[in-house]
């Protein structure tokens, strides 16, 4: 809330059905899923995982580990930067 009180859990838990529903996922996604989502593509935008770490506010590194998972695009582009290491050696 914008004077720092707490949100119901309820409202958000609604608001939350309204985005899913507006941007028109039929996957009955959780809120938490949507941390997992952002951490992922925080990591694909080559935002440092400190960093990541920081804005889901996890104290612990590997908490924020669990919660990045490795795309085709992540695996892609690790995958062209290793072929690029091999080919300019």
């Given at each position: ?9 309820g ?13 028109e ?11 997992h989502t952002?951490?992922?593509l ?8 400190r ?5 889901l506010g ?11 998972h ?6 892609s582009?690790?995958?062209a930067?290793m072929?690029?290491a091999l080919?300019d050696?």
């Open positions: 809330m914008p004077d720092g009180s707490p949100i119901d859990a409202d958000d838990w609604d608001e939350w059905k309204e985005i899913l529903e507006l941007a996922i039929d996957k009955d996604a959780r809120v938490h899923d949507a941390r952002a951490a992922t925080l990591l694909e935008q080559r935002v440092d995982i960093v990541v770490q920081a804005v996890h104290s612990q590194l590997t908490t924020t580990k669990r919660y990045t490795i795309t085709e695009t992540l695996a582009e690790a995958a930067r072929g690029r080919r050696s």
